[in-house]
């Protein structure tokens, strides 16, 4: 039996649409439903190839995992790519199909096209998945755009969607924003908005129970849930600015140096980094930050060549040269790998008006950018390793060299294969592959060459993965109430465990039901 789409939107950008999709994926998972993800169009950095080498928003994509369900195109049919401050690449169900500025993305004719495109990709999910678990973007209550809206309420009107409004009560003027919101919508909008959540909470609940029931009378809708500021959580983000994240420095471990690129992407590459006991992972920002680093990684780009004038004009490519020439490691990843070469080359001018730019030489590679996108996951040995490790490739360019010598080779055991970036020795490689770092392989292969001692043994990834999305759900469970949650979307019946939920209550009331850590909400 079909269900009517659940659809999150906000007030406004990063009010926590992504992370709070997330976890009603794994919470109707988790009440025996089959959820999957859907978001119409989105505008991320940091994306994901699908099994058939399709390009999705890295939120989708982690959504898909928490429903316990692989990626595909259809969840994020229309995906953004910023190259620059009014320029994006243009994907399509997964396929480049060119760059727009932003006037001429938004102004153009092929909205309604385009619009039908990404409902096609509903209707495909909607007929093997339910329910579908909708995300919006930015604000619904944009009154300029709302002509031209592919991914807020004209989805919500199209698939007759069950909506909850999100709020993020950590900027301030959360009773203005949910308000205001709520009154700049047309009758045929406002009718669909079944409930408030209200995300980011910090301090006693006790003192907001009169602003819910405040809420709840101004707007005439229920407060579902407020949660509170979740931290140190270890779910991949499209951004940082939805879960807050706290640095630890780790005296004695390797202190590594992630340079922050203005046009960074997959800055997920780093989390299994960012969360070994031997390791100290920051981001530099200015040319004294690399001082103290063991290793410094150049990241992927979005545009090389812009990122590469950016180190040149800041100061810290003088300043990573030197480091390297006082002993500190270098690594490349993608866009970081083809600043490492002597040149980048781009005639067709995939990123802009400039024809070719010197690189910063450290490694005999040279690159030409293309229009042709290569987007895998790919399985790899690394070094002479016998080890099967997994990682993606997303990229728009060809490395080659005159002496070859591969960091990786990839392709199963017993394939012919293929060679994969460029390695001088333990302190200066590049890689195409993302997600290196993920592979327990290559870290103990790190420490090692570091001389770093291990304290303790790396956690499996997709395991850690697991624990976090179950650690998200219980966290809204327990803050949300899951009663009116499910009294509200329009369910036909209850779902199929007959009421009882993954650690034994009742699903709609989860762990308890609005209050927190025992203490009553309202």
């Known amino acids: 039996m079909k269900h009517r789409p659940i659809m999150f939107v906000g007030t406004g950008s990063d009010v926590g649409k992504s992370i709070l999709t997330t976890a009603f994926c794994r919470i109707l998972k988790q009440d025996g439903f089959s959820p999957a993800p859907f978001k119409a169009q989105n505008m991320s950095l940091n994306s994901y190839p699908t099994a058939d080498g399709r390009e999705i928003g890295r939120a989708q994509a982690v959504q898909a995992e928490a429903s316990g369900i692989p990626c595909s195109s259809d969840m994020n049919p229309v995906l953004l790519k910023p190259s620059g401050d009014t320029t994006a690449q243009v994907i399509l169900h997964g396929r ?31 007929s ?22 592919i991914v807020n309420m004209s989805v919500a009107l199209r698939t007759e969607a069950s909506v909850f409004l999100i709020a993020d009560i950590d900027r301030g003027g959360v009773f203005g924003s949910i308000y205001g919101t709520l009154e700049l919508l047309p009758p045929e909008e406002r009718r669909l908005i079944r409930g408030i959540f209200i995300n980011r909470f910090r301090g006693d609940m006790d003192l907001f129970a009169d602003g819910r029931r405040i809420l709840e009378r ?19 983000q499209e951004d940082s600015l939805t879960i807050e ?5 780790r005296t004695g471990a390797l202190r590594i140096a992630v340079l922050l690129l203005p046009h960074m992407s997959n800055f997920t590459d780093f989390n299994v980094l960012e969360r070994h006991p031997d390791i100290h992972l920051y981001y530099a920002a200015k040319p004294d930050d690399l001082d103290a680093a063991d290793i410094l990684i150049l990241p992927g780009s979005k545009n090389t060549i812009a990122d590469l004038l950016y180190l040149r004009r800041s100061g810290m490519a003088s300043a990573l040269l030197g480091r390297h020439a006082e002993g500190a490691s270098v690594y490349g990843i993608c866009g970081g790998y083809q600043m490492m070469g002597l040149s980048v080359h781009d005639p067709l001018h995939v990123e802009g008006d400039i024809s070719s730019i010197p690189g910063l030489a450290l490694l005999p590679v040279t690159t030409e950018l293309t229009t042709e996108k290569r987007t895998e996951q790919v399985q790899f040995r690394f ?41 001088i020795s333990s302190r200066l490689w590049g890689t195409y592959i993302h997600g290196i770092f993920d592979n327990e392989p290559v870290i103990d292969w790190l420490l090692k060459e570091h001389s770093a001692k ?46 009882v939920g993954p650690r034994g209550g009742d699903f709609r009331t989860g762990s308890s039901s609005g209050n927190v850590d025992g203490s009553t909400i309202d």
């Not at 004719?109 to 509903?122: C, I, K, T, V, Y």
């Not at 093997?128 to 755009?145: K, M, R, T």
């Not at 994240?245 to 420095?249: C, E, G, N």
């Open 96 to 126: 480049p199909i060119g760059n727009r500025s932003a006037k001429e993305y938004f102004n153009g004719q092929d909205r309604a096209w385009l619009f039908d495109e990404a409902m096609s990709a509903f209707d495909r999910l909607a």
């Open 218 to 236: 101004i707007t005439g809708l229920p407060v579902l849930g407020v949660i509170p500021y979740l931290r140190e959580i270890g779910i991949d």
């Open 245 to 249: 994240k706290t640095a630890q420095d």
């Open 454 to 499: 291990r304290s303790a043994p790396a956690d499996d990834p997709a395991a850690y993965r697991e624990k976090q999305y179950d650690r998200l759900a219980d966290h809204v469970r327990k803050n949300t109430d899951m009663e009116l949650f499910y009294g509200n979307v329009d369910f036909v019946g209850k779902p199929p465990e007959l009421g």
């Open 128 to 149: 093997s998945y339910d329910p579908i678990v909708i995300e919006g973007a930015g604000s619904i209550s944009e009154l300029n755009l709302r002509d031209r809206d």
């Open 383 to 423: 070094r002479e390793g016998d080890a099967l490790c997994k990682g993606y490739e997303i990229h728009m360019g060809v490395s080659v060299t005159e002496r070859p010598s591969a960091l990786c080779r990839i392709g199963y055991p017993g394939q012919e294969g293929r060679d994969d970036g460029y390695f």
